[in-house]
């Protein structure tokens, strides 16, 4: 029975879908306050019915409805209830539809709280995300039916993928969608805009905190992502510029240069058109993932799908969406407003220097991405494109923008002179310049480079805490007022570069002293590796819920010892699949990573050990930068649009503010 309600509301979906599509955008273009409230009530139910459908098909999942086909091939009774429910969106047709769900739950905010918006403005964005709505629920019923029956019903069904049987599948896939899906509102934003043929400080300050509401999630289901397949894959790695991840990282990448030009465009009315078309960028780059996840075009481990003909679907959805879009843009752009002039040495230029960086960054991935594509069609030979290119391209990009990140926020609007600012930054370039010299003669003029990445991390975390250290000094005389007055979103800035230093310090230090080693060891074998010693205790068979598995039990010590690890190698039955469970020591110095293959012929074992130093500090930045996000979206002043209470400021936080 819930398969049936879920496909009825599917279908009503999708219907309302199309009220909401059409009444707002010809009620706003008629001026007909009926219809474009009507719009907002078909959005708000659409919403209810899409939260209803994914209700069913979790709850198919968890009831081990094996008549439904989609949970006949993802779930197993054996499986623990949490992985049943995962399995919701652990298949192409339930990540769809959690993707339809978190699209229609947007659009149902900006009914909601979208109150302060212009009503023809909202009616237009309504409008864009019911377009959207319809051309994926179209998608999801007519190609991707998660409620498809099988008569007769199975007695028991395959289970889902091992490596998906993960707490990270609970949390990634619904963060990682939340920001793809999310940078829809702001590209609903800049086509209703481009209709309107009006995009001004105000339309800067609505859209500004939807960015936000995408970019912190994405931020946070990267990291998750990252840290996921480094401790289940069993490889010891945390990135490999996969398709899939690369498809993640690009609208990241241009999530973040739009974040900062809404900044310019709110607060000095400047970098109007290139604000809009981030927009559409943006999101054009979220589909792309979506498109590569299912299309097979690129071969990756996060595919949920080899299915070309519906991959074509979503290419046909992205080309339409895109180009459209595109065209309205040509159109539109020549009659908005270039906006207010600025210095190349001001806040607006250091945007502007730190966006162009970000857009050739996201142009590297996306060559890098799409390349072997470009070629075998072009030539028929097929090539690959892995990490030595993203270190010759990337990375001579990245450390550029990097050093610049911090001048940004030290700079004053509209224009500034150069001594002022090297009196601002002099603090975090002594520190910076400290940690080089002591990272010079700790690890010696051979790892140069080690050294400057090192010194280049301390530069991002002491500029940013520079950022609040210029206020408080200047308020200083009423110094307990001054921290009160400081806005949220200040400190959710802060957190973000800091975060992205933290970051930087993980990259540096992982990649220049990681180490790793790989033998056949019996129980009571010892090895000395990285300053530690690791015995081999035990080996055997143990039993889980849904598999079996030979275990390897360590003790290690030395270097934070002793303690214990445990790496097993797994059997699921049902799907005839093997995993590995690495065992890994965490500590803010570094982890020390333990993992088994097959048993060999004598009882001996294949362990691979990795030393990564300082590897969590990755990992903390990810989510100390998606936190700033979350912070920063909780200030009022950017919360929806909505206006801050006025406050009463002693003179020199009066004089900051103004300078910020």
């Known amino acids: 029975m819930a398969a049936e309600v879920g496909q009825f509301a599917l279908i009503l979906a999708f219907v309302l879908a199309m009220v909401q599509t059409v009444t707002p955008l010809w009620g706003a273009h008629r001026g007909d306050p009926v219809l474009m409230a009507l719009g907002r ?16 098909l979790a709850a198919s999942y968890l009831l081990c409805d094996f008549s439904v086909a989609l949970v006949a091939a ?9 992985y049943r429910f995962a399995a919701t969106w652990g298949s ?30 909202q009616a237009r964005v309504l409008g864009v995300q019911g377009l959207i709505g319809v051309a994926f629920l179209g998608f999801l019923i007519f190609t991707s039916n998660p409620f498809l029956r099988l008569d007769p019903a199975p007695l028991e069904g395959t289970e889902l993928n091992p490596l998906l049987q993960d707490p990270g599948l609970v949390m990634h896939p619904p963060m990682l969608y939340m920001g793809y899906v999310g940078f ?56 490999f510029w996969d398709p899939v991840e690369n498809a993640s990282l690009m609208p990241w990448i241009l999530g973040t240069a739009l974040l900062h030009s809404a900044l310019v465009l709110e607060r000095r009315g400047a970098l109007v058109t290139w604000t809009i078309l981030l927009c559409i960028l943006t999101f054009s780059l979220s589909l792309v993932g979506t498109f590569l996840v299912r299309s097979g075009i690129l071969t990756s481990v996060h595919a949920f799908a080899v299915d070309p003909q519906r991959g074509i679907y979503i290419l046909g959805i992205i080309a339409l969406t895109t180009g459209v879009a595109l065209a309205l843009f040509g159109w539109r752009s020549p009659q908005l407003k270039t906006g207010a002039l600025f210095a190349p040495l001001s806040r607006e230029g250091g945007i502007t220097l730190n966006n162009l960086f970000l857009t050739a960054l996201a142009a590297t ?7 072997p594509v470009f070629v075998e069609i072009l030539r028929g030979d097929k090539i690959s494109v892995g990490p030595p290119y993203y270190a010759r391209t990337f990375a001579p990009l990245a450390i550029p923008l990097l050093l610049i990140s911090p001048f940004g926020p030290m700079l004053n609007w509209k224009r500034d002179e150069l001594a002022r600012l090297v009196r601002r930054l002099r603090v975090p370039a002594g520190i910076a310049a400290a940690v080089l010299l002591v990272a010079l003669v700790t690890v010696g003029w051979r790892m140069m480079l080690t ?3 090192l010194a280049l991390a301390a530069w991002l975390v002491a500029g940013a805490l520079a950022i609040l250290g210029r206020r408080w000094w200047a308020g200083r005389a009423e110094l307990g007022r001054t921290i009160r007055a400081t806005p949220i979103a200040l400190y959710g800035l802060v957190m973000a570069h800091a975060g992205l230093g933290l970051l930087t310090l993980g990259i540096a230090s992982v990649t220049a002293w990681e180490s790793d080693k790989v033998l056949t060891m019996h129980p009571g074998d010892k090895v000395a590796f990285a ?37 097993e190698r797994r059997m699921y039955a049902s799907s005839q699949t093997q995993t590995t469970i690495a065992g890994i020591h965490v500590s803010p110095a570094g982890n020390f990573y333990v993992s088994v293959g097959d048993v060999q012929d004598g009882g001996g074992v294949v ?36 206006p801050s209470r006025v406050m009463v400021r002693s003179p020199a936080a009066a004089t900051t503010a103004a300078a910020e």
């Open 451 to 453: 050294a400057g990445a």
């Open 184 to 239: 829809s509102v702001s590209f609903a934003f800049a086509i209703a805009a481009l209709i309107e043929g009006r995009v001004d400080a105000a339309w800067a300050r609505w859209v500004r905190p939807w960015v936000l509401a995408a970019w912190a999630p994405l931020t946070a289901g990267i990291t998750l992502g990252s840290c996921w397949s480094y401790y289940v894959l069993g490889w010891g790695g945390w990135w």
């Open 41 to 56: 009530t078909a959005t708000i139910l659409q919403a209810g019915f899409v939260i209803l459908a994914f209700g069913c």
């Open 74 to 82: 993802h779930s197993h009774t054996l499986q623990p209830a949490v």
């Open 92 to 121: 192409h047709e339930g990540s769809m539809l959690l993707w339809v769900l978190i699209l229609a739950v947007y659009g149902a905010g900006v009914a909601i709280f979208g109150r302060t918006l212009r009503e023809t403005l």
């Open 531 to 567: 300053g530690r010693t690791l015995t081999l205790d035990a080996l055997g068979p143990v039993e889980g819920p849904n598999y079996q598995a030979h275990q390897a039990r360590f003790l290690i010590e030395g270097r934070g010892g002793p303690y214990k690890l445990t790496s």
């Open 365 to 371: 991935v996306f060559l890098g991405t799409f390349s």
């Open 607 to 642: 362990v691979r050990l990795w030393d990564h130093p300082l590897i969590m500090w990755i990992w903390v930045g990810g989510f100390t930068m998606a936190l700033g996000g979350l912070v920063s979206l909780s200030d009022r002043r950017l919360r929806l649009g909505a």
